[in-house]
């Protein structure tokens, strides 16, 4: 029977399945292969969802913004347009239950799940498509910073971290996370550390700092040769990172506040009137109304408290630009780093190296605990499942930002279609609602296709 003639609505409808569908076969060969480095530990013949199915499930779980595990049942399950997707996609009856999915998530590995997560990331550097976003045409700049995941008024598990609040003790798990990060907006996971105690009572909790030591040791095993430059905050203001940053040849823009490491800002103060040169003006933004006032010095000698020594740079930017009042404010930038400082990559080096670790929290974090994915809820209990959740969202939100970026959801919707939130509700309604054949979805999923993003 041939395919029905679709109207306006429905045409937007395929158009944003097929923008979502399309970018995980284009980038990465299909939901299943996003779980080729996942191993499914349940008995073969007792099961009837294989992971990738629950995985998937999962991952649109997040895309669709439904908030909660049980939203999958009431939205996705039962006879209609949804099974039968699911059924085209995965030859399986319907859309599994929440449950299962949380079942099965319990069991799986979550190391595997974080080496999937890490594998997206991958290939994305190997298809060269975040070649174009790189600092100085050859460094990665990956964001490092910490966040909270959940929060419980009663101890969760044995790992729990502690803090006292109005008198109350409260049980947390915080995450170290390093995101690649680009100009155009792109924070996409590479690397997740969980900051967790290990054992019920310990005479000192974990900690961020202790975690990025785990964290780099993983990053480097994982990704030997990329070039790779951090983008850090002032509590990696040390000595120690710098070592790690060194002996790993990675690059690094670390915040300098006030009081972190007074001997380098107390010799880049007495240097700045010896190098009058080291300075550079320049006004942008609307109307050119925002300066800013650039200032640095280069190998400043820096002799740690292990007696490790260093040669450092410190990147300075004053930029002056009018409030929501129209009043004139100043914001002090300053970084330390191990690049060489030079007039003509200045800008680039503070734009693109330093001041971009705020998209970890802007397009990172922010997104993702307020932008509809509810990072800090609770999906499940299970201490091993709470973390493959953890992934799963980080997995959704890459597929979310490959799609919103790419050309091929750009074409289709000219004009946008609002928030993300609002594209969200668009997949919902199309996944639920579109009637689509085996034969149409088919051919949408095997077009050879080109997807484009927007230059930096």
């Not at 930038?333 to 929290?361: C, H, P, S």
């Not at 990072?375 to 980080?394: G, I, M």
């Amino acid at each position: 029977m041939p395919d029905h003639v679709l109207d306006q609505d429905e045409q937007d409808q395929l158009a944003i399945i097929e923008a979502s569908l399309a970018t995980v076969y284009h980038f990465f060969g299909g939901p299943g292969e996003l779980f080729r480095a996942v191993q499914d530990p349940r008995v073969p013949e007792l099961i009837t969802y294989l992971w990738e199915v629950l995985g998937f499930v999962g991952i649109l779980m997040f895309l669709c913004h439904l908030g909660a595990r049980r939203q999958i049942a009431l939205m996705f399950r039962g006879n209609g347009p949804a099974a039968a997707k699911f059924q085209i996609l995965f030859d399986v009856e319907t859309c599994p239950h929440g449950d299962t999915l949380n079942a099965a998530a319990s069991q799986v590995d979550s190391d595997q799940m974080q080496e999937a997560v890490t594998d997206m990331t991958r290939m994305l550097i190997r298809k060269k498509v975040l070649y174009r976003y790189r600092l100085l045409d050859r460094y990665f700049v990956v964001a490092v910073d910490g966040t909270g995941r959940l929060t419980f008024p009663e101890r969760h598990c044995p790992n729990c971290l502690t803090a006292e609040h109005h008198g109350k003790t409260i049980y947390y798990h915080p995450v170290l996370e390093a995101k690649l990060v680009t100009p155009n907006g792109f924070a996409f996971s590479l690397m997740t550390e969980f900051i967790e105690n290990p054992e019920k009572r310990p005479n000192k909790q974990d900690c961020e700092l202790k975690a990025f030591y785990r964290l780099t040791r993983r990053l480097k095993k994982a990704l030997p040769r990329l070039p790779i430059c951090l983008s850090l905050d002032s509590l990696f203001a040390c000595g120690p990172v710098m070592r790690i940053c060194e002996d790993n040849e990675w690059k690094y823009f670390i915040v300098h506040k006030e009081k972190s490491i007074p001997y380098i800002r107390e010799e880049f103060e007495a240097l700045l009137p010896l190098v009058p040169e080291n300075h550079l003006r320049t006004r942008t933004g609307p109307q050119r109304k925002i300066k800013r006032d650039y200032r640095w010095i280069d190998d400043i000698a820096y002799v740690d408290t292990d007696d490790n020594k260093h040669a450092v740079g410190v990147l300075e930017c004053l930029e002056e630009k009018p409030d929501a009042d129209g009043q004139l404010k100043t914001t002090r930038f300053r970084w330390i780093t191990n690049f060489n400082l030079k007039t003509k990559r200045i800008i680039a080096l503070a734009d693109q190296g330093g001041r971009i670790r705020w998209k970890i929290e802007n397009e990172g974090f922010n997104v993702q605990k307020n932008g509809g994915y509810d990072l800090e809820h609770a999906y499940s209990t299970d201490p091993v499942a709470s973390k493959v959740f953890y992934f799963l969202l980080q997995m959704a939100h890459m597929i979310a930002q490959l799609t919103e970026k790419g050309s091929l959801f750009r074409r289709a919707f000219p004009d946008g279609v609002g928030s993300a939130k609002n594209i969200a509700f668009r997949l919902l309604e199309a996944w639920r609602n579109l009637r689509v054949s085996a034969q149409r979805l088919t051919h949408l999923l095997e077009a050879r296709r080109q997807i484009r993003f927007a230059p930096p």
